[in-house]
Each structure stands twice: as structure tokens, then as C-alpha cells.
């Protein structure tokens, strides 16, 4: 049975997209003549195109590491991986065209570091010139977006040859391509995050920051991979995932968020323990003007998962897995937010209708690219190698 999109799933993102319009419109109108607005409208802007970015970018990372590490289980969840990881192309428009209209803005206050007067009067900037400048910049981010596009057609049209030819050659040219992006990715996803997301603190770095990032990344793209099979199977989709196939999801969305959080907390404590003036400015600022934010978010992506999730049962029952995935999703939305606006309006930041109305627009433009996606092609592979293995997978 192909996937066709439901009159109420239609309803649900086009709903989102118009929420989420009006509220941005109602923001830009309450806002408009704030000495802010333009910091804000674009912090509002990359908070939301990085993080649905990052959650195709991510099912990109975990399809490939499924073919670098051959799993068999996940073949029978490959077609939705596939899916989340088609929002990519999409992901890149909209965050370059974000990432474009700040450069042009020089900065927009948020990249002091574009901002001609910055650079002649700010040391640090200028020594940091070679590396960050809007040449360089662009270079590295079309290398990155080059390189994830390639890779993610790739991988799409072999699993769409695959279905028609069989056999295994196929398999393991995914193989070595998986092991080859990894590569790349080992690399892009630390030096993307300094570019688009820790340069916004330019005088501050870290060297945990892009592993940070991407366990927020992993965890996030996780818990929508549950949510995307769950909602499949309720309609009748992936007669041959089990509770084993779901068990699986939910230990790595469990297992993610405990790499996160150990990121979360090795980047705080060895700061706050040496306390070195440029390096604790970044959580001094944080925790004085976001307190309960800042805090709050590390205890619901710690503390939701491992106190719900611990147990078997617990990653085999959908309510629970949507209730902790929905918690996860805003906790590490309000990390991205924390990240960017922090740094970028510092005590001018808010959270308010303009904010959670981009979150909204981006999640209901996201929610239909992916179930478009899913419509085109099987929902189960029909000529993988572990495709059997995976249809008798059970823990």
C-alpha cells in the first residue's frame, strides 16, 4: 500500500504554515519600530532555518552511519530516514537565503565580525580576519551544502535503484559512500557550527562547541524518526516494524540525549571550574539574562529522557515516546534559540510571537516536504540485502 498524504495531515501542516504566518506578521507588526528589529527578525529566522536544517542533516548522518556500520534492523525504517533526510534540499534554501540577507546586512548585528566598523575597531576581529570574513564564509558554507547535497542524492538514487535492480552491489557502493561522508561530516559539522552559530560570540570559543551542536542535532533528528514511524504505522504503513523497530529508535533517542547532555555539562564545568574572564563571559550572559530558560532546557532534555525512558517498556509505548519527543523537540529548539539570540540580542532578547511563529511556519513547511517525500517511493525497500533480517528483528 503506498503512502498517500491525509486530508488531516495536509490540514496539520498547512495549519502550522498559517499559524505560524500570522503570528510572524503579528511579531513583525508589534516589533517594527524597535531599534532591534532587524537583529531580531533574522535571529528569529536562523534560530528556526538551522534547526529544521539540522534535522535533515541529521537523518543524513544516521542513514549514512547505518551503511558505514552495515546494521540490518534499521532497513525495514530506511524509507523514513530517506524522508526526513529529502527536507535537506529545502533546509538549504532556506538557511542560505537567511544566512545571504545577514551578509548583505553586514552582519545585521548579528555577525559583528561582517560589520566593517567592528573589524576597524575590535582587535580580536581583526586577528580573526582570516578565518572570518564573507568570503571565506560563503566559501565554506557552499562547500558544506555542495557536499551534503551530493551525498543525499546520492544515497537516494541508489535506494531507488536498488528497488529496481536488487542484488548487492549497490549496497556496498552505499557502504563506502557512508564511510566516505562520515568523513567529511566529522569535519563540516564542527566547522559549520563555528561558522553559522558560535562566530555570533566572536570573541568567545570552544572546543566542544560543533560536538555540542551535534548531539542536539542527533537527538532532535532521533525523536522525529520515532514520531515519523509511529504516525506511519497508526495509519496501517510498515506492516513489518515491530515493537523491536521502535525499541531500537528509542534507545538511540535515549542514548542521544544522555551524549548531549554530557556535552552540555563537560562545556560548562571545565568553564565555570577554570574561570578564565573571556571563556565564562559566555554562561555569565546566559545565566543572568536566561536563567530559567538556560537551566530549564538542560532539565528537559536530561531529565525527561532519563527519567521516562529508561525502562523497555517505556520505548515500545507510542504515547510515552511522543509525549518525551515533543518535550525533546522544544528543549533543544530553545538550546538553538539560546544559542543564537543570546549572543545576538543579548538582554533585548525575547520570546514572543515573531519567534514562535517562524518555529511554527518552518515546522509546518517541514512536515509536508517530509510527507511528500514519503509518497515517492515504497515505504519498504524492495530489494535490500538486510531487508529480511530486518522483518525478523527482535530484542
Request: aromatic share 18%; hydrophobic share 55%; glycine share 8%.
Amino acid at each position: 500500500m503506498e503512502f498517500q498524504i491525509t486530508k488531516k495531515a495536509k490540514n496539520l501542516a498547512f495549519g502550522l504554515m498559517g499559524l505560524g504566518a500570522l503570528l510572524t506578521i503579528m511579531g513583525v507588526a508589534l516589533t517594527a519600530s524597535d531599534h532591534h528589529f532587524l537583529t531580531r527578525f533574522m535571529a528569529s529566522a536562523l534560530i528556526s532555518g538551522f534547526f529544521f536544517f539540522a534535522l535533515g542533516l541529521g537523518s543524513l548522518f544516521f542513514l549514512s552511519l547505518k551503511y558505514a556500520t552495515e546494521t540490518g534492523w534499521y532497513a525495514a525504517v530506511k524509507r523514513v530516514i530517506e524522508a526526513v533526510a529529502g527536507f535537506l534540499p529545502v533546509g538549504m534554501v532556506i538557511l542560505g537565503v537567511v544566512l545571504l540577507i545577514i551578509t548583505l546586512a553586514d552582519g545585521a548585528h548579528i555577525y559583528t565580525w561582517m560589520d566593517p566598523e567592528v573589524q576597524a575597531h575590535d582587535e580580536i576581529v581583526r586577528k580573526k580576519a582570516p578565518y572570518l570574513n564573507k568570503i571565506f564564509f560563503w566559501i565554506r558554507t557552499l562547500a558544506y551544502f555542495t557536499t551534503y547535497f551530493l551525498f543525499w542524492r546520492g544515497f537516494r538514487n541508489r535506494s531507488l535503484e536498488e528497488d529496481r535492480v536488487g542484488g548487492t552491489e549497490i549496497h556496498f557502493k552505499n557502504y563506502k559512500k557512508g564511510a566516505t561522508f562520515l568523513v567529511f561530516f566529522a569535519v563540516f559539522s564542527s566547522t559549520s557550527a563555528w561558522d553559522w552559530i558560535m562566530s555570533i560570540d566572536v570573541h568567545w570559543f570552544s572546543t566542544l562547541f560543533g560536538w555540542y551542536t551535534f548531539a542536539g542535532m542527533w537527538c532532535s533528528t532521533m525523536v522525529v524518526l520515532i514520531m515519523t514511524t509511529l504516525y506511519l504505522k497508526k495509519l496501517g504503513h510498515l506492516p513489518n516494524v515491530n515493537d523491536s523497530h521502535i525499541h531500537d529508535l528509542g534507545k538511540w533517542a535515549f542514548a542521544t540525549s544522555f551524549l548531549w547532555s554530557y556535552m552540555w555539562f563537560s562545556q560548562f564545568m571545565l568553564i565555570w571550574y577554570a574561570n578564565i574572564g573571556e571563556e565564562v563571559v559566555y554562561f555569565q550572559l546566559r545565566i543572568a539574562e536566561f536563567k530559567y530558560l538556560y537551566f530549564g532546557m538542560f532539565i528537559i532534555n536530561f531529565a525527561f529522557p532519563m527519567l521516562i525512558l529508561m525502562s523497555r517498556d517505556a520505548k515500545r509505548n507510542a504515547g510515552i515516546l511522543v509525549f518525551v519527543g515533543l518535550m525533546i523537540l522544544i528543549g533543544h529548539w530553545l538550546d538553538v534559540y539560546i544559542m543564537i539570540s543570546a549572543g545576538a540580542l543579548g538582554a533585548n532578547a525575547r520570546i514572543g510571537a515573531l519567534e514562535i511563529g517562524m518555529a511554527l511556519l518552518m515546522a509546518g513547511v517541514f512536515i509536508f516536504v517530509v510527507l511528500r517525500n514519503l509518497t515517492k517511493a515504497p515505504l519498504t525497500p524492495v530489494n535490500h540485502p538486510f531487508l529480511d533480517e530486518s522483518n525478523h528483528h527482535e530484542i
